[in-house]
C-alpha cells in the first residue's frame, strides 16, 4: 500500500510539473485564493508584465496557480521534491513561511533548500472585526479577552504557532492574557478567514495589513489596529497602531517568492536580474502601494541571508512562546 501511494504522489507531482511547463510561467500561491500569498503572485505578475516594452524583457505571460495545504507545506514539499528542476516556476512566501520554517512546519529543512529570489515589498499584522462589530477599539477587544477569552472566536491563517497566531499570542500576553485560554479558528489564508468573519463564523480577524486593505473598502471591515511602528499611508491612514492604543506589539512582514532548488544558477541569476529590473521600475513602485504593500525591495544573494537570519529570530521568539522545544 505505502508502495502504491508513494507512485500515485510522484505521478502527481510530475503531472503538475508538466502542465506548469507546458503552460509557461507559473507563480504558486501556496494557499487559497483571495488572500496575501495571493497578492503577492498577482503583483510579482504585473511586475514582469510591466517590463514587457523594454528592452531584453523578461516573460510576461506568468499565469497563477493554487496550492493549498498545511499552510506553504505542500507547496514547498511539491518544489523541493518534485519539481525541483523547473526554471519558471515561482513560489510566494512570507513572513509567515519563514516563522513555519523556524518551527519544523516544512519537515527536516533549511532555508538554504530553495532559491530566495525576490522580496518585492513589506507587509504589517492587523487586527480587524466586522463592521457592526460591538469592539470599536482594540481596547474593546483587549477588554472583551480580559473578561472572557473563551468567548470571543479569533479566525487565523494556520494553525496553532503560525504567523497570525503568534501576533494574536503577542497581543494577548501583552495584555496580560494567556494565550492559551484564547478560541481560535484554523483557517486557510488570509481570504478565507474574512469570508469566514463576514460570515459570522467568527468575530475576528488576525491577518495582515495588506488583506484588510482589499477588504475594508467594501465597508464591511472594521480595522482595529496595524501592528506597525507608525500608522501607515494609503487606505489605511486613520487605523491607530497597536502602540497607540496601548499595547506594545509591531510584526513587519516580508513577501516575496523563491524557486526550486535545482534550476541552474544561470537560470536563478537571471530571475534575479529581472526582479531587479522590476523593483527599479517607478511603474512597479506604483503598483506596491496600490496594493497595500511598502517598500522593501531584496533579491539573491542578500535576500538569502535576510532569510536565514528572520528564520533565527523567527526560532528564538516561537522557543518563548513555548512553541519549539
Given at each position: 500500500m505505502?508502495?502504491?501511494?508513494?507512485?500515485?504522489?510522484?505521478?502527481?507531482?510530475?503531472?503538475?510539473?508538466?502542465?506548469?511547463?507546458?503552460?509557461?510561467?507559473?507563480?504558486?500561491?501556496?494557499?487559497?485564493?483571495?488572500?496575501a500569498?495571493?497578492?503577492?503572485?498577482?503583483?510579482?505578475?504585473k511586475?514582469?508584465?510591466?517590463?514587457?516594452?523594454?528592452p531584453?524583457?523578461?516573460?510576461?505571460?506568468m499565469?497563477?496557480?493554487?496550492?493549498?495545504?498545511?499552510?506553504?507545506?505542500?507547496?514547498?514539499?511539491?518544489l523541493?521534491?518534485?519539481?525541483?528542476?523547473?526554471?519558471?516556476?515561482l513560489v510566494?512566501?512570507?513572513?509567515?513561511?519563514?516563522?513555519?520554517?523556524?518551527?519544523?512546519?516544512?519537515g527536516?529543512?533549511?532555508?538554504?533548500?530553495?532559491?530566495?529570489?525576490?522580496?518585492?515589498?513589506?507587509?504589517?499584522?492587523?487586527?480587524?472585526?466586522?463592521?457592526?462589530?460591538?469592539?470599536?477599539?482594540?481596547?474593546?477587544?483587549?477588554?472583551?479577552?480580559?473578561?472572557?477569552?473563551?468567548?470571543?472566536?479569533?479566525?487565523?491563517?494556520?494553525?496553532?504557532?503560525?504567523?497570525?497566531?503568534?501576533?494574536?499570542a503577542?497581543?494577548a500576553?501583552?495584555?496580560?492574557?494567556?494565550?492559551?485560554?484564547?478560541?481560535?479558528?484554523?483557517?486557510?489564508g488570509?481570504?478565507?478567514a474574512?469570508?469566514?468573519?463576514h460570515?459570522?463564523?467568527?468575530?475576528?480577524?488576525?491577518?495582515?495589513?495588506?488583506?484588510?486593505?482589499?477588504y475594508?473598502?467594501?465597508g464591511?471591515?472594521?480595522?482595529?489596529?496595524?501592528?506597525?511602528?507608525?500608522?501607515?499611508?494609503?487606505?489605511l491612514?486613520?487605523?491607530?497602531?497597536?502602540?497607540?492604543?496601548?499595547?506594545?506589539?509591531?510584526?513587519p512582514?516580508?513577501?516575496?517568492?523563491?524557486?526550486?532548488?535545482?534550476?541552474?544558477?544561470?537560470e536563478?541569476?537571471?530571475?534575479?536580474?529581472?526582479?531587479?529590473?522590476?523593483?527599479?521600475s517607478?511603474?512597479?513602485?506604483?503598483?506596491?502601494?496600490?496594493?497595500?504593500l511598502?517598500?522593501?525591495?531584496?533579491?539573491g544573494?542578500?535576500?538569502a541571508?535576510?532569510?536565514?537570519?528572520?528564520?533565527?529570530?523567527?526560532?528564538?521568539?516561537?522557543?518563548?512562546?513555548?512553541?519549539?522545544?
Amino acid at each position: 500500500m505505502k508502495t502504491l501511494l508513494a507512485l500515485i504522489c510522484a505521478l502527481c507531482l510530475m503531472c503538475m510539473g508538466l502542465a506548469a511547463q507546458a503552460a509557461g510561467l507559473e507563480c504558486i500561491v501556496p494557499s487559497k485564493p483571495g488572500g496575501a500569498m495571493d497578492l503577492t503572485c498577482k503583483l510579482a505578475q504585473k511586475g514582469l508584465f510591466g517590463l514587457r516594452d523594454t528592452p531584453n524583457p523578461p516573460p510576461s505571460d506568468m499565469h497563477i496557480s493554487y496550492l493549498p495545504g498545511g499552510i506553504g507545506a505542500v507547496a514547498w514539499h511539491s518544489l523541493v521534491s518534485g519539481r525541483r528542476t523547473e526554471p519558471n516556476t515561482l513560489v510566494a512566501f512570507s513572513g509567515g513561511s519563514l516563522l513555519n520554517l523556524a518551527q519544523g512546519k516544512f519537515g527536516k529543512v533549511k532555508s538554504s533548500d530553495v532559491r530566495w529570489v525576490a522580496a518585492l515589498g513589506a507587509d504589517y499584522g492587523m487586527i480587524a472585526v466586522r463592521a457592526d462589530s460591538p469592539y470599536k477599539t482594540l481596547r474593546d477587544l483587549v477588554a472583551a479577552l480580559q473578561a472572557n477569552p473563551k468567548k470571543v472566536l479569533i479566525g487565523v491563517s494556520g494553525t496553532i504557532g503560525s504567523q497570525d497566531w503568534v501576533k494574536m499570542a503577542l497581543l494577548a500576553k501583552t495584555s496580560g492574557i494567556d494565550p492559551k485560554a484564547l478560541r481560535f479558528v484554523a483557517l486557510e489564508g488570509g481570504g478565507e478567514a474574512f469570508t469566514a468573519m463576514h460570515a459570522n463564523f467568527v468575530q475576528v480577524v488576525s491577518g495582515d495589513a495588506s488583506e484588510a486593505a482589499l477588504y475594508s473598502a467594501s465597508g464591511n471591515t472594521r480595522v482595529l489596529a496595524v501592528l506597525s511602528e507608525q500608522r501607515l499611508p494609503g487606505v489605511l491612514a486613520d487605523v491607530p497602531t497597536a502602540r497607540e492604543q496601548g499595547v506594545d506589539v509591531v510584526w513587519p512582514i516580508i513577501r516575496g517568492v523563491w524557486m526550486g532548488p535545482h534550476a541552474s544558477d544561470a537560470e536563478y541569476r537571471q530571475w534575479v536580474s529581472h526582479f531587479e529590473r522590476v523593483l527599479a521600475s517607478p511603474q512597479f513602485a506604483q503598483m506596491r502601494a496600490t496594493s497595500g504593500l511598502y517598500p522593501f525591495g531584496l533579491t539573491g544573494d542578500a535576500l538569502a541571508a535576510y532569510v536565514k537570519k528572520a528564520v533565527d529570530d523567527y526560532g528564538k521568539r516561537a522557543t518563548e512562546l513555548g512553541l519549539v522545544r
